[in-house]
């Protein structure tokens, strides 16, 4: 099986080293750049099956956005991006993965975390499935997809659904369980967790288009004791 191909961008030389040494003590074929004007020929060059971004480069501070922005436009989801950054705000997490990442890793580094995350995304196992992540095409075309769903919480405005895979803000989905079958909504906003590393999607409940579903939700509350803080 060859080996898996990762491109790094970081402007701290010293990080570049560890990745690198990292990615090698694991099996992983690897190269990096420190500076912007380099990225963009290394993927044609070297044809990485993922890049691992940081956000501020040099005096660039959130380049690292444009980047991975660039990249969905030329090349599209053929590529795995992985946002790798000590900037650890919501904010910044969220526009990370609207802008096209697939992850969001926090520095310090940590060995352990980087390669869980790469076995997920650039399955070793398999040269047929090599990437978890679903490419949706833009424009009016339209894809249908099955995935595992869970209901996280619910009230009269919103219900929030934890998901495994990042599903894309504005994007219509349609659920199916008891009370909620064939119902499509709208994912209004998408947040990560860190514990699990899986994803909640927001859905606010139309009062014309939903209304119906309003006395069952109330009924759920009512039995449901809340979720602990």
Do not use: W
């Not at 969905?72 to 900037?87: L, P, Q, W």
């Amino acid at each position: 099986m060859s080996q898996k191909r990762i491109l790094t961008i970081d402007d701290d030389e010293d990080i570049n080293l560890l990745v690198r040494k990292i990615l090698k003590k694991h099996d992983f074929e690897s190269e990096s750049v420190s500076k912007i004007e380099d990225f963009f020929s290394k993927v044609v060059s070297f044809k990485p099956h993922l890049c691992i971004v940081d956000l501020n480069l040099g005096d660039h501070d959130g380049f690292g956005y444009k980047i991975v922005e660039m990249m969905r436009k030329k090349i599209g989801n053929e590529v795995v991006i992985i946002v790798m950054s000590r900037r650890n705000s919501e904010a910044d997490i969220k526009r990370a993965l609207e802008a096209g990442a697939n992850d969001y890793i926090q520095k310090p580094i940590d060995e352990n975390i980087i390669i869980a995350k790469l076995n997920v995304f650039l399955d070793k196992e398999d040269d047929e499935v090599q990437f978890p992540f679903y490419a949706v095409p833009t424009g009016d075309s339209e894809c249908y997809f099955k995935i595992p769903l869970n209901i996280y919480s619910m009230n009269e405005e919103q219900i929030t659904i934890y998901s495994n895979n990042y599903i894309a803000k504005g994007s219509l989905i349609e659920l199916h369980n008891d009370f909620l079958a064939s119902r499509k909504f709208t994912v209004s906003n998408v947040s990560l967790d860190r514990e699990s590393g899986g994803y909640f999607l927001h859905l606010i409940l139309d009062p014309i288009e939903h209304g119906d579903l309003l006395p069952t939700i109330r009924r759920i509350m009512v039995k449901s004791p809340p979720l602990a803080e």
